[in-house]
Structure formats: structure tokens, C-alpha cells
């Protein structure tokens, strides 16, 4: 099972900048592949970016591409989600989730590998 702890998240305004960061532990990081997800209150929780164990492919949901960048970093077993030009219909509680599988090219998420989340709120 796959440890993941979020970070990152925070008060911005409308089209500022953020920078989400999921570490992962109890497995070997560079052969995860690993997504974010987010949550706002009831609604389901939905995908929002994917990545690759080698990097070589990347997914995002048609809201946020050209917004946000999904990266990772396996020498700090560390992925990141860059957030720009944020809008309030951002703000929700981001998670990340390590180990999913592709299927058809969607990230199909791991139950067992759900970090607590961080929090984003956008102001307007």
C-alpha cells in the first residue's frame, strides 16, 4: 500500500498561482502511476490530472487543461500539480492518488491509495 500526503493548497485570489504537492511512500515511487483528484461538498470526487510512472504521458479533465501541469519528480518521490490562472469553480479539496491504472488512457484511481487532501479555495 501506497503512503500520500498533500500539500500546497491555500487562499488565492482569481487568476493567481498554486502549486499542489503529493509525496508518496511505501512503494517504489518511479514505477507509480499517479493522479489528482478533487472534491467539493456533495459532489462525487472527480479526476482532474494524471501522470505516467515514466512521465511520458499526461491527462487532464477539459476544465483545466491549459491551466494546470501535472509533473513529477522520482528522485523526491513527489508529484506536483501547477495551478494557473485559477478560477473559484477551482475551489475544492485536491487529492492525490498513487498507483491507478490506465484504462483506455483514463486514470483509474487505487481505493486504497487516498492521501486526507488539501484544501484550495479561489476568491473572486
Known amino acids: 500500500q501506497v503512503h500520500v500526503v498533500e500539500s500546497g493548497g491555500g487562499l488565492v485570489q482569481a487568476g493567481g498561482s498554486l502549486r499542489l504537492a503529493c509525496a508518496a511512500s511505501g512503494r517504489t515511487f518511479s514505477i507509480l502511476n499517479m493522479g489528482w483528484f478533487r472534491q467539493t461538498p456533495g459532489k462525487e470526487r472527480e479526476f482532474v490530472a494524471s501522470?505516467?510512472?515514466?512521465?511520458?504521458?499526461?491527462d487532464y479533465a477539459d476544465s483545466v487543461k491549459g491551466r494546470f501541469t501535472i509533473s513529477r519528480e522520482n528522485a523526491k518521490n513527489t508529484v506536483y500539480l501547477q495551478m494557473n490562472s485559477l478560477k473559484p469553480e477551482d475551489t475544492a479539496v485536491y487529492y492525490c492518488n498513487a498507483g491507478g491504472e490506465y484504462n483506455r488512457r483514463v486514470y483509474v484511481p487505487t481505493p486504497a491509495s487516498w492521501g486526507q487532501g488539501t484544501q484550495v479555495t479561489v476568491s473572486s
Open positions: 501522470i505516467s510512472w515514466s512521465g511520458s504521458v499526461t
